[in-house]
């Protein structure tokens, strides 16, 4: 399962009610967590959000655009004065690394653990952060260079095969136990292999979180066998009209068109213009969406959180 919590969900500047691009992404089957771009003021969403810096295994930048990066060095920093030592994985276009190699010259930083730095132009193929957890970019359509990240949880069960067991008449007790452990235990001259008896089920989740970009469908191929997209939806149709294709951003029909064409089960909208972020903005957005689009779709606000299961179900999370 994958937990989703949004630390910011405003486009270009923060306002009152929302701070722009950031995105936690967390295991939830221990305490690892990707974080996808750093806004300016995202390490004190993370501190309001309860995320430990000491678990964060990777953070991965869309692009270079100011309100999808500028927290990034001080969260850095921040994490080394809390006494991190482990490695960080940092996914992003070389500029992002070039921007940090300077600040750190420039601003007598020092950080007490590693940097991997891993150009998001050769991260096409899945890169493994953990046991579980996997990563892999796909290049979006945006002014600058953009990237969308596919986030992909991989569980493994393994579980004894009673049944069996039982017709073979051996008895419950310390010889399940040693075949559970994958042990090959000896019962009446005979040698009952771990293997033979241990059934494995593997689940996978798999969520596509976007940068920004006016080209949906070049996630059609990402979006396969995916059941999450978490999409920017900068403006409805209406206000992109009147904004011209400059920008180069979505709009609510842009998206929803996508994701029924392609059948997705799940959306999630965000980074929204401050012109659509009030009650009345929200509205026409979600409206857009249920006119082109008939799946389980959310507009996310700061703080939201949702849980994605084993079944490629969508739970929003009670904050209360």
């Given at each position: 399962m994958l937990?989703?919590?949004?630390l910011?969900?405003?486009?270009?500047?923060?306002?009152l009610?929302?701070?722009?691009?950031?995105l936690?992404?967390?295991?939830s089957?221990?305490?690892?967590?990707i974080l996808?771009d750093?806004?300016?003021?995202t390490?004190h969403?993370?501190?309001?959000?309860k995320?430990s810096?000491?678990?964060l295994?990777?953070?991965?930048?869309?692009?270079?655009?100011g309100?999808?990066?500028?927290?990034?060095?001080g969260l850095l920093?921040?994490?080394g004065?809390?006494?991190r030592?482990?490695p960080?994985?940092?996914i992003a276009?070389?500029e992002i690394q070039?921007?940090?190699?300077?600040?750190?010259?420039?601003?007598?930083?020092h950080?007490?653990?590693p940097?991997n730095?891993?150009?998001?132009n050769?991260?096409a193929?899945?890169?493994?952060?953990?046991?579980?957890?996997?990563?892999?970019?796909h290049?979006l359509s945006?002014?600058v260079?953009?990237?969308?990240f596919?986030?992909?949880?991989?569980?493994?069960q393994?579980?004894?095969?009673t049944?069996t067991?039982l017709?073979?008449?051996?008895?419950?007790?310390?010889?399940?136990?040693?075949?559970?452990q994958?042990?090959?235990?000896q019962?009446?001259e005979?040698?009952?292999?771990?293997?033979?008896?241990?059934?494995?089920?593997t689940?996978?989740?798999?969520?596509?979180?976007?940068?920004?970009?006016?080209s949906?469908?070049?996630?059609?191929?990402?979006?396969?066998?995916?059941?999450?997209?978490?999409?920017?939806?900068?403006?409805?149709?209406?206000?992109?009209?009147?904004?011209?294709?400059?920008?180069?951003?979505s709009s609510?029909k842009?998206v929803a068109?996508?994701?029924?064409?392609?059948n997705?089960?799940?959306?999630?909208l965000?980074?929204?213009?401050?012109?659509?972020?009030?009650?009345?903005?929200q509205?026409?957005?979600?409206?857009?969406?249920?006119?082109?689009?008939?799946?389980?779709?959310?507009?996310?606000?700061?703080?939201d959180?949702?849980?994605?299961?084993?079944?490629?179900?969508l739970?929003?999370?009670?904050?209360?």
């Amino acid at each position: 399962m994958l937990h989703f919590t949004f630390l910011g969900t405003s486009s270009g500047v923060p306002t009152l009610t929302r701070n722009v691009s950031a995105l936690a992404i967390r295991n939830s089957k221990n305490k690892d967590w990707i974080l996808v771009d750093a806004g300016e003021g995202t390490q004190h969403r993370i501190q309001q959000a309860k995320l430990s810096l000491q678990n964060l295994v990777a953070i991965c930048i869309t692009h270079v655009h100011g309100d999808h990066c500028y927290g990034l060095v001080g969260l850095l920093a921040s994490a080394g004065m809390n006494a991190r030592t482990a490695p960080l994985t940092i996914i992003a276009p070389k500029e992002i690394q070039q921007w940090i190699e300077v600040t750190t010259q420039l601003t007598d930083l020092h950080l007490p653990y590693p940097l991997n730095f891993i150009n998001v132009n050769e991260a096409a193929q899945i890169l493994k952060m953990t046991d579980e957890l996997s990563i892999q970019a796909h290049q979006l359509s945006h002014r600058v260079p953009s990237f969308a990240f596919s986030i992909k949880a991989q569980y493994i069960q393994k579980k004894l095969d009673t049944q069996t067991l039982l017709q073979l008449g051996v008895p419950k007790g310390k010889a399940w136990g040693d075949l559970q452990q994958g042990l090959d235990v000896q019962l009446n001259e005979q040698t009952l292999k771990a293997a033979d008896f241990i059934q494995t089920q593997t689940q996978r989740v798999h969520a596509i979180v976007d940068g920004d970009n006016d080209s949906p469908e070049l996630l059609a191929q990402a979006c396969q066998d995916a059941q999450l997209l978490i999409h920017e939806s900068t403006y409805t149709q209406a206000i992109l009209n009147k904004v011209g294709s400059g920008p180069m951003h979505s709009s609510a029909k842009k998206v929803a068109e996508f994701a029924q064409k392609h059948n997705l089960d799940n959306l999630i909208l965000t980074h929204f213009s401050p012109r659509h972020q009030d009650q009345i903005g929200q509205r026409a957005i979600a409206d857009e969406v249920h006119q082109y689009y008939q799946g389980n779709f959310y507009l996310a606000d700061d703080f939201d959180q949702f849980s994605l299961d084993m079944t490629g179900q969508l739970t929003k999370i009670d904050k209360s």
